[in-house]
């Protein structure tokens, strides 16, 4: 199994979990990396009506300390899957990476 893969299942387990109310927890490097922090960050932004202004240098600071690892065509296409395109080609930008 690929990791883009292992992504595509936990991303529906975690959907189908939030939907039911169901807490739960994702340990390890999915978690802990660039892009699962900036899908997170992203995601609660957008819901909290894009105004929490520390979100938003959160995923700043991901983007340009993470610059030179991260994989941009693979944070665009989960961005476009989970409707934060929009919002990761803004950061990307102002990151100094767009």
């Known amino acids: 199994m690929t990791s883009p893969d292992l992504l595509d299942i936990t991303f529906r387990v975690t959907r189908v979990l939030e939907k039911l109310g169901i807490p739960y927890y994702i340990g390890g490097s999915l ?45 665009e296409k989960w961005a476009a899957r989970i409707n934060v395109l929009d919002l990761l080609v803004k950061a990307l930008r102002e990151g100094g990476m767009g």
């Open 31 to 75: 978690a802990s990396s660039a892009f699962g922090m900036a899908r997170a960050t992203l995601e609660w932004h957008k819901a909290g009506g894009q105004i929490g202004e520390r979100q938003w240098l959160d995923v700043l600071g991901v983007i340009k300390v993470q610059a030179s690892l991260l994989d941009v065509d693979y944070l």
